[in-house]
Structures are given as C-alpha cells and as structure tokens.
C-alpha cells in the first residue's frame, strides 16, 4: 500500500534483464543443435542413403526453429509495453517501444484494473491489464517488467481492483478476498520460479559435464557458451534467493 507521506511522484516501468538473454537463449538454442548436424554433413562432403533420410529431416526441423524465431520476434515486438505513472501530473502514459506508439491517459480515465495471468510451459506469471474508459485496455506481465511489484502497489492504491472478464465491481469484502488471493499466487508462484531454478542449475551442470567428457565430434561450447552457462547460472540463483524471500515475506501472515 502508498503512504501519504511519502509519496510516488512517478513510476517508470523497466524491462528485465533476463529477458534479453532468454530471448537469445531462446532463438540461439533453437538453431544451434540442428545447425551442428547440418554443417558434420556438409564438412562429411559424402551422403549415403541413411545420412541423406538425416540430413532432410534436420532442414526440415531448422525450418521449424526459424519459424519459432519469427514467431518469438513477433510476440516481443506486439507485447511489450512501457508504463510511465506521473503522480504529480495524474497521468498514465502506455509505450509499445517496438511499434512506436505512445498513448497517455488521465487517472480519472483509468476504469478499474484487475488481475490475471499466463501459462507458459515453465511457469504461471502475473499480469495486470488496465481499462480505459473508452474501452480499450493495456496489459503488462512480471515476465517482462522488473519492477511489476511497484506498479502492482501503485495501481492497488489508486485505481478500482475489478475482477473477471467484464471488470466487475468488487464489494469490500470481495476486494479483500481478491487481494489474499493475489499473495497466493505470488507464494506459488515463486515456489514454481525457484523449482524452475534449480532444474536449470541441474541442466547447466549437464551441459558442462557433456561438453568435458562427451565431447560431439570434437565440438565444444568453447569460452563463448562457457560464459553463457555462466550467466544463466548466475540469474538462476538469484531468483531462488528471491524466490524464498517471496515466500519468506507472504507466509508470514
């Protein structure tokens, strides 16, 4: 919740920074493998029958990695959207950097808000979508935006929390029930990030004993995936921190 004594004169939202990596991860790890298989048949310089059946089948799989990469480009670049709050000014500007559109809105324009989220193959992650009056609406996620939770606590004291579909009105009693169960999905939440973490750990730990002792046709990730593994490495152990904090801070009450 805000303080009246100290309060918000503007919020800007940030994206993460484990987005770019991810989104590189991502489209790099879609490439790579088939990339290998294709450049051992072309450095073979000879095809038999067997290797041929191989070797289409791998294009045809490259074909459907670079498809996906489309696909991921497209959703990055329809979906990402920048909050700017100015308190001071009662004005909410929403930003898509990658179409180049801004829109700005008073705070009395701004319907109501509610909660709600996404399902990806790893993790569940929160999303708050914003109605305007003139019906259109604008959402952001945690996925993408580092600070989420000061937008959330902003958003909880100043706008109307709604529910469901059509942005329905909350008695007192409804509005305190939505909230417990916000906490609870971030206590789950951070639960599935942390168990996500550690499965990464586990898989960078693979990918490391495979690269030393079960080198493929003498290639190795070399210094390059060395520190890639490094990074994510890095990321993985900072969100189960975060994580337990999460759950440390939400579990108490």
Same mark, same amino acid.
């Given at each position: ?21 991810? =989104? ?7 490439? $790579? ?9 072309? /450095? /073979? /310089? ?9 070797? *289409? ?43 180049? &559109? ?16 996404? %399902? ?7 999303? =708050? ?26 958003? =909880? ?5 709604? &529910?469901? &579909? ?22 789950? %939440?951070?639960? /599935? ?16 004993? $495979?690269? &030393? ?9 070399? *210094?390059?995936?060395? *520190? ?13 921190? %975060?994580?337990?904090?999460? =759950?440390?801070?939400?579990? %108490?009450?």
């Amino acid at each position: 919740m805000m303080h009246s004594d100290n309060p918000i004169m503007k919020i800007k939202s940030r994206l993460r920074l484990i987005v770019v990596p991810v =989104i590189l991860f991502v489209i790099g790890g879609c490439g $790579i493998v088939p990339f290998i298989f294709v450049q051992r048949f072309i /450095d /073979d /310089d000879k095809f038999s029958p067997g290797q041929d059946s191989i070797f *289409w089948i791998t294009l045809l799989v490259s074909l459907l990695f670079v498809a996906l990469q489309f696909y991921i480009l497209y959703i990055i670049t329809t979906k990402t959207l920048l909050i700017n709050i100015n308190e001071e000014l009662k004005t909410i500007g929403f930003f898509q950097p990658f179409l180049f &559109k801004r829109e700005i809105f008073s705070f009395e324009e701004i319907e109501g808000f509610r909660f709600t989220s996404y %399902q990806s193959k790893s993790n569940e992650y929160k999303c =708050i979508i914003f109605k305007i009056r003139n019906n259109k609406t604008f959402s952001i996620t945690d996925f993408e935006t580092s600070n989420f939770r000061e937008i959330e606590n902003f958003s =909880i004291g100043k706008f109307i929390l709604t &529910k469901g &579909k059509d942005f329905e009105t909350l008695s007192s009693e409804e509005r305190e029930a939505e909230l417990i169960k916000n906490k609870n999905f971030d206590i789950k %939440q951070a639960k /599935d990030y942390r168990f996500s973490c550690y499965l990464n750990i586990v898989l960078i730990v693979f990918i490391y004993f $495979i690269d &030393k002792y079960i080198s493929f046709a003498d290639r190795r990730i070399g *210094w390059l995936g060395f *520190w890639v593994c490094i990074i994510f490495l890095y990321f993985s152990i900072d969100k189960i921190i %975060q994580a337990n904090k999460t =759950i440390k801070a939400y579990t %108490q009450y």
